[in-house]
């Protein structure tokens, strides 16, 4: 792994000298000023404290499957190497970003765990010391914690989709490799959105209890895809995935083959309109098909408005929002499937009972 954080830092620099370079795609690049000190790091969390979660208001009784999402990267500059969960500048922008283009598409139909926690400053990635790893470790800490919190407090016994991207996801594959060793926790996940970030195969069968979802209502799996161009400045997966395989489901078929699909396919899109200020869903955004374990579109009609901080062709930004309302209605299916599946567990379990 740190191999490939070397590689990736060393292909996002030559990236950037060579495409124009957005404010963004400098600002990954400033270091914090001291090395990391344990003592240092910001005050851990305490989980039973409403504050140190994301719209906790987001949790309507009525509603029966949960989510637990974790947010990519949102603390870009700082002093420390890990955010301090007061901040409010980083706390806005993970609200007004991930949360509004990536967690919102499960609003509708679930109860929402959004964890602050004190994620690793995004120089982490590409440090070539031991303070990147050490951040990153505080990190996914806040992330464990966060969630067995949530399974012994809040859960209440529901089915519960987990839903990540980027340093979420990275953190997430650690915590599913180690939380679903409990086949109770195992029993109620209808499935894991852990995009953003390569995670190889062999690390899917080697560490993980679960496969890879190869169809649209498949539960108790694992979905990924990195988003991309036909020909990227800089792909994830070419330099994460070191040319071991790389998990990929499309989100247009929920399937892992390679057959092209039709953006008419696509349900819609969420993105921001600058002449209304209003987020908007487009229709027949976009179109996929997985080319070499990652997910090739063809460049959308705005393409000179988005965001790539990572170089032309590379959508990590919207690996949610580019399948927004696809993802609603997958999670949709999901459930459904989920709970036709237990109903008909249950009354097989009457049945034996009664013989």
Not at 32 to 55: C, G, I, L, M, R
Not at 115 to 139: H, T
Not at 262 to 280: C, F, R, V
């Amino acid at each position: 792994m740190k191999t490939s954080l070397l590689k990736l830092s060393i292909l996002i620099i030559n990236c950037t000298l060579l495409t124009s370079c957005s404010r963004l795609s400098l600002m990954v690049f400033i270091k914090p000023p001291v090395k990391f000190q344990t003592e240092k790091v910001p005050p851990a969390p305490d989980y039973s404290d409403y504050n140190n979660w994301h719209k906790p208001h987001l949790r309507g009784e009525d509603k029966t499957t949960d989510v637990f999402y974790v947010h990519p990267t949102t603390y870009i500059t700082g002093k420390g190497w890990n955010q301090a969960l007061d901040d409010e500048h980083v706390n806005w922008r993970t609200r007004v970003l991930p949360l509004n283009y990536q967690a919102a598409t499960f609003y509708k139909d679930c109860r929402m765990f959004i964890p602050k926690y004190r994620q690793a400053i995004f120089y982490s990635f590409v440090d070539k010391k031991e303070n990147g790893k050490k951040a990153l470790e505080v990190a996914y800490q806040d992330v464990r914690k966060a969630f067995y919190y949530y399974i012994e407090h809040l859960n209440e016994g529901r089915p519960f989709i987990l839903a990540a991207h980027s340093q979420g996801s990275y953190h997430s594959q650690r915590l599913l490799a180690e939380v679903l060793q409990d086949s109770l926790i195992k029993s109620k996940l209808i499935v894991a959105y852990v995009l953003g970030w390569p995670i190889k195969e062999h690390y899917v069968k080697e560490s993980l209890p679960i496969g890879v979802c190869s169809t649209a209502t498949q539960t108790g799996c694992l979905v990924s895809w990195n988003t991309e161009s036909g020909n990227p400045k800089l792909s994830l997966v070419e330099k994460i995935g070191e040319g071991e395989p790389i998990v990929c489901v499309n989100p247009l078929s929920w399937n892992l083959d390679t057959t092209y699909v039709p953006k008419t396919e696509n349900l819609g899109a969420l993105q921001p309109n600058k002449k209304t200020k209003i987020d908007e869903i487009i229709l027949d955004y976009c179109d996929a098909k997985i080319e070499n374990d990652a997910l090739k579109i063809t460049p959308p009609a705005n393409q000179s408005t988005l965001q790539m901080p990572m170089g032309k062709g590379n959508y990590h930004l919207y690996d949610y929002s580019f399948f927004f309302q696809n993802i609603r209605e997958n999670a949709r299916d999901r459930i459904q499937a989920y709970e036709q599946s237990k109903r008909h567990s249950e009354a097989q379990s009457r049945l034996n009972l009664q013989e």
